[in-house]
């Protein structure tokens, strides 16, 4: 696949089949995710893999109803209260497999080179015909101290880039992009 068709057609994908990510696959994604540039070339990144669909609805269900508890004291999840409450909806979307991208120091710009990693890796997966969608909700869950510690990630590192991954049931339709806002500052 082309660049521009790999960035052109890659989607948020919620809908996924059960067919394994096999680990050379996996790996592909993040090795592509590695070539990502950071400033410095710091390099400010590790990947946690949970290859376990059982192991990830498991997550999330917890993260779902740690989100619950305090749906009603933030605003920004209250549009979001019905979703969570329905008995039906999985917060990690029932996918094959999970990458969780981390910033491996609290250097200032750790969190950002994290998510170009996370682009590079999104892009690949897509060249790959996978699917992906970064679940940004689920950040904060996995980055409590009792949830590092039982993925062994270190207490010091901080989840950028919760990224779950699998074969789509099908391709998302695009969505209507806003027309690129550019200034000229030198004309």
């Not at 269900?61 to 209260?81: F, G, T």
Request: contains cysteine.
């Amino acid at each position: 696949m082309e660049l521009m068709q790999a960035i052109v057609t890659r989607r948020a994908t919620r809908e996924y089949n059960d067919t394994p990510v096999a680990k050379a696959r996996i790996e592909q994604c993040i090795n592509a995710a590695n070539l990502a540039p950071s400033a410095m070339n710091r390099q400010p990144w590790a990947f946690a893999v949970i290859a376990n669909p059982d192991r990830i609805e498991d997550y999330a269900c917890r993260a779902k109803l740690w989100l619950l508890q305090d749906v009603d004291e933030k605003p920004e999840l209250s549009s979001l209260k019905p979703l969570l409450q329905s008995p039906g909806y999985s917060l990690l979307h029932r996918v094959p497999a999970l990458v969780l991208i981390l910033a491996t120091s609290n250097d200032q710009q750790a969190a950002e080179d994290c998510c170009l990693a996370g682009q590079n890796f999104m892009l690949a997966a897509r060249d790959a015909g996978l699917g992906t969608c970064w679940i940004g909700l689920a950040r904060p869950w996995f980055n409590l101290p009792a949830i590092k510690a039982e993925l062994r990630i270190p207490e010091k590192y901080q989840v950028v880039a919760p990224i779950v991954l699998g074969y789509p049931k099908n391709w998302p339709e695009p969505h209507e992009r806003n027309a690129a806002e550019i200034h000229w500052v030198d004309s």
